[in-house]
C-alpha cells in the first residue's frame, strides 16, 4: 500500500510517501515540499499548491492520503492562510485519490512516540528510526508529512487487525 501523508503550509506544505503492508515495517518512497513564494498573491499560491499536490498524487498514486489537522493557538492570520492551503490540499487529494484520513497534532504523537506532548525533535527521530534512515528528513515539514504518512499506516494497521 502507498500512503501519501501530507503537512499543510502556504509557504511549504510538506509530502512524505511510503510503502507498507501489515506485515512488514514501512519503507520510505520520497519526501519533499511544495513551496510558494511569499510576494506572490493567495490566489496563485492556491493554484501552485493545487498543482503541486496534483503531481504528487499522479506520480505516486496512492492508495491512501493522510492530512494533518490545523492546530494554531497565536496567529490567527497564518492560520487562516493555512486553512485556504489545507482545504485546497484536502479537495485535491478527494478529487484524484478519494481515501482521506485526517489526524490531529495529538493523534500522531502518540502514534510515532506514545506520548502527546512529545516534541518535535523527538517526532523526527522516531521518523528517522521508523524508516531506517541515516539522517532526520529535511526539512521539518516534509520529516511532519512522513510522520502523518506513519500514523496513518499504524492506525490502519491495527484497524485491520479488527476487522472479519
Not at 495529538?106 to 522516531?126: P, V
Request: aromatic residues 6%; glycine residues 10%; proline residues 4%.
Amino acid at each position: 500500500m502507498i500512503i501519501v501523508g501530507f503537512d499543510p503550509g502556504l509557504a511549504t506544505l510538506g509530502y512524505g510517501v511510503i510503502s507498507t503492508d501489515k506485515r512488514s515495517k514501512p519503507q520510505m518512497v520520497d519526501y519533499g515540499i511544495v513551496s510558494t513564494p511569499k510576494e506572490e498573491n493567495l490566489a496563485v499560491r492556491l493554484a501552485m499548491i493545487e498543482k503541486g499536490v496534483k503531481q504528487i498524487i499522479e506520480k505516486f498514486k496512492p492508495d491512501e492520503i493522510a492530512i494533518e489537522e490545523l492546530f494554531f493557538a497565536k496567529n490567527v492570520t497564518t492560520g487562516i492562510n493555512v486553512a485556504h492551503a489545507r482545504g485546497v490540499t484536502l479537495l485535491t487529494a478527494v478529487k484524484e485519490c478519494g481515501k482521506i484520513f485526517e489526524y490531529t497534532p495529538l493523534q500522531i504523537k502518540q502514534a510515532l512516540t506514545g506520548y502527546g506532548r512529545a516534541d518535535k525533535h523527538q517526532i523526527q527521530s522516531m521518523v528517522k528510526t521508523m524508516l531506517g534512515l541515516k539522517g532526520i528528513p529535511r526539512p521539518d515539514d516534509a520529516a511532519d508529512a512522513l510522520a502523518v504518512a506513519l500514523c496513518h499506516s499504524q492506525t490502519n494497521k491495527l484497524g485491520g487487525l479488527f476487522s472479519i
